[in-house]
Every structure is written in structure tokens, then in C-alpha cells.
């Protein structure tokens, strides 16, 4: 598996809120979720009461998109990801490594009763005008 560029993978990093867009029964939803990136498995991991919309429509369909954005008024700082992939519940093999990883970033979450979920990518889209005006970086994964 061929990891996503090291400019795509440092933006991931140095941010913590993604917009999660969701669809079921042709009836879109968007949430803001924490995150935190395990690189090595090319996914994010969240969390989420299993009674939000956002879940329920996972539950459905677990293809999903996301953002994650830069907040900025300067053209040329304009900095943001476009990605697909799939949300689903962490594997029992897995399950404990994605639990470390979301609360070494996030400690306050071990006092929260809610669900970890993993957003396997599946493909990003990567907007920095800071490499020039427009500059787009793409990442597929060869699942």
C-alpha cells in the first residue's frame, strides 16, 4: 500500500476536526467529528454516539466523504483535503491500536460513553495554494 504524499500526511496531522458527510435513503448529513490519523492504516479514527444521524446513517452506508480545512481569509494559505472512504467499527485486531491511538490525542475522550469508528480512505484530494495558486496534490488507495 503506497502511502499518500508527506505534505498530504504533515496536514492531516497538524489538524483535529474533519466534516463528516454522510447519506441515507438520498438524504445527506454532515458532522464534525474529532480525529485522530493512524498513517501506518491510512485511516482516521472518530468518535461517535451511536444515536447521532450521522451513525445512523453509517449503519447504512458506510461510504463517506470528508473534509478537513485550513480557516484562512489569504488566498495564497488556502490549504484543504477532499477525501472518500469508508466508516465502519474497528476489526477485534485492531480494535485496542485504534483505541491508543484516539486517546493519546484526545485523553478526555476515556470519560466519554461513546463508539470509536475508523474512515478507511479510499481516495484524498489535497488543496495548497501555498504551492502555487490552485495546487492540487491527488492520493488513491490500491486497496
Known amino acids: 500500500m ?5 505534505r498530504i500526511i504533515s496536514f492531516i496531522r497538524k489538524h483535529h476536526v474533519l466534516t463528516l ?3 441515507s ?7 464534525n467529528c474529532f480525529y485522530s490519523f493512524m498513517d501506518d492504516k491510512n485511516m482516521l479514527v472518530f468518535t461517535s ?3 447521532t444521524q450521522h451513525i445512523k446513517n ?7 466523504a470528508a473534509s478537513i480545512v485550513l480557516e484562512t481569509k489569504v488566498i495564497g494559505k ?6 472518500t472512504g469508508e466508516a465502519i467499527k474497528p476489526s477485534a485486531e485492531i480494535a485496542n491500536q485504534v483505541k491508543i491511538n484516539y486517546l493519546k490525542r484526545f485523553p478526555f475522550a476515556i470519560l466519554m460513553n461513546t463508539s470509536l469508528w475508523v474512515l478507511i ?5 489535497f488543496t495548497d495554494n501555498s504551492l502555487g495558486f490552485g495546487k492540487k496534490l491527488f492520493w488513491k488507495n490500491e486497496l
Open 2 to 6: 503506497e502511502n499518500p504524499d508527506k
Open 21 to 23: 458527510a454522510t447519506v
Open 25 to 31: 435513503d438520498n438524504k445527506p448529513w454532515c458532522a
Open 49 to 51: 454516539d451511536n444515536a
Open 58 to 64: 453509517i449503519n447504512e452506508n458506510s461510504q463517506v
Open 78 to 83: 488556502i490549504q484543504g483535503i477532499q477525501l
Open 121 to 125: 480512505i479510499h481516495q484524498i484530494k
